[in-house]
């Protein structure tokens, strides 16, 4: 795989483009809403595994810093795109905001392409009337998110542009490395681990917060396996992003965790925990990305020791060798209780100063990859699930309750389960939980977020699916 393509959205407000990025992406990522101005940050998501959308918030005249900060978001997304869909409502004539909008990612010299969206609608005005916006010697689209129009050849133009693919053929999957990114705040030491795991001073170390811009790379190769580690700029609250080149790293940082086939994400030992640690940990399981957790600065703690262990292991307390509870023990209990909802996720504690633990990110990586990539034979899912309803039958409503049949593997990185049964719709969120604890006791997956589905089967020619009833 290549470095991950960005295509922006950008237009005036209510011209559709939330709308729009909702039917590429097949499911409701950004809010919509009849009201203009909505959208208030960059909205993104991954589009056939070939590139990714960032939605902008619209076009509007910066009354204030708060719309003055929107804008500069478009200019951010310009500048990071590799192509710019310029959206307008095909029902309204050009003005100038649009033609403003238009002269700015023309400025860009990106490719652009004009979407004439909202074209179901009876009024919408023949092409002729948007040859003044100045993008006639690029491609135009009609298109509508209500009712799909246009939708899958603009995406189809989009990847030929981009010269993107959806798919690898198998010659090219064995030789392709597995990508690493380090991701995480700024100065918690990703460019020093970057540059000892790459053996060379290849990134800009410093002190000072926000030193890496872009996504640094290097290819190494440890025991026979190529690696391609990416090294991504700090990330700060939305808030706190300072206007220009930061959000610009923002947007590549999202698309390096879109592109990476495992993150770690770097933890200051030296810092409380915060929110944006959980945040990032999430889009990186929601993603389906393989997970190493790092505590970094090792080297600064008092009585600390070399342990690799999970988020869920309390045995470390238990250590006869050192049963002092120690300041790294605090941390990793903090760090059990902030992602609680990591106990897969593999705990490193490094440091870049001494070297400490450096090597084991590479066989962590090796050891997430190989279960990313896990197949498991049917009849032995289902044994788990089988012994899994027996030992602890799953709750429902008076006379209806669920009844998981049988479990299928359809698919790996990240393995994907699908269990089918009866009145599946009622299986609790803890229950849920229970079957994928179930599961990870046979077969770990290290590091390796897991997704399920559930499916009603039919009984009697007829699909039993409470969830389905009018409401």
Not at 274 to 297: H, P
Not at 336 to 358: H, M, Q, Y
Not at 394 to 399: S, W
């Amino acid at each position: 795989m290549s470095k991950q393509k960005i295509v922006a959205l950008i237009g005036q407000t209510n011209a559709g483009k939330s709308s729009l990025l909702n039917r590429m992406a097949h499911k409701n990522i950004a809010i919509v809403a009849r009201e203009e101005g909505t959208t208030r940050d960059n909205v993104s998501a991954k589009i056939d595994d070939a590139f990714l959308l960032i939605d902008t918030a619209g076009l509007k005249n910066p009354e204030d810093d708060f719309e003055a900060s929107i804008q500069d978001q478009i200019n951010d997304a310009i500048e990071v795109a590799d192509l710019i869909l310029l959206t307008i409502d095909s029902s309204k004539y050009p003005d100038q905001k649009d033609k403003n909008i238009a002269r700015a990612a023309l400025k860009s010299k990106k490719p652009v392409f004009l979407v004439l969206n909202k074209s179901d609608l009876g009024e919408s005005l023949d092409e002729s009337e948007f040859l003044r916006l100045g993008v006639k010697n690029y491609d135009t689209f009609r298109t509508s998110a209500t009712t799909g129009q246009g939708i899958e050849a603009l995406k189809s133009a989009i990847k030929n542009n981009l010269g993107v693919r959806t798919g690898q053929n198998p010659d090219e999957e064995k030789e392709r490395p597995i990508k690493l990114a380090l991701i995480g705040r700024p100065n918690v030491g990703k460019s020093s681990l970057f540059n000892k795991l790459a053996k060379k001073q290849q990134a800009v170390v410093s002190s000072r917060q926000g030193t890496t811009r872009d996504v640094n790379r290097v290819e190494i190769k440890y025991k026979g396996q190529k690696i391609e580690i990416l090294d991504t700029a700090g990330l700060r609250k939305p808030g706190k992003r300072e206007v220009g080149i930061e959000k610009f790293s923002a947007i590549r940082t999202l698309a390096a965790i879109e592109e990476a086939d495992i993150c770690a994400l770097l933890v200051d030992s030296k810092e409380p925990h915060s929110k944006l640690d959980q945040s990032l940990a999430g889009q990186i399981v929601e993603a389906g990305k393989g997970i190493i957790v790092i505590l970094t600065k090792a080297d600064l703690l008092d009585n600390s020791k070399p342990v690799t262990s999970t988020i869920s292991d309390k045995a470390r307390k238990e250590n006869a060798e050192q049963p002092k509870y120690t300041e790294i023990d605090n941390i990793l209990d903090n760090l059990e209780r902030d992602l609680d909802f990591l106990p897969f996720a593999p705990v490193l504690i490094t440091s870049s100063e001494t070297g400490k633990n450096v090597t084991r990110v590479f066989d962590l990586a090796l050891e997430i990859d190989a279960a990313r990539h896990t197949e498991i034979k049917t009849s032995d899912l289902n044994k788990v699930l089988r012994e899994a309803v027996e030992a602890h039958p799953p709750a429902g409503l008076k006379n209806t309750h669920p009844k998981p049949k049988y479990i299928v593997q359809t698919d790996i990185t990240p393995p994907w389960f699908v269990i089918h049964g009866r009145e599946m719709e009622l299986l609790h969120w803890s229950y849920k939980r229970y079957l994928e604890r179930k599961i990870r006791e046979v077969y770990p997956f290290v590091g390796t977020p897991i997704k399920f589905s559930y499916h009603n089967d039919r009984v009697q020619g007829k699909r039993k699916d409470h969830s389905k009833k009018s409401r």
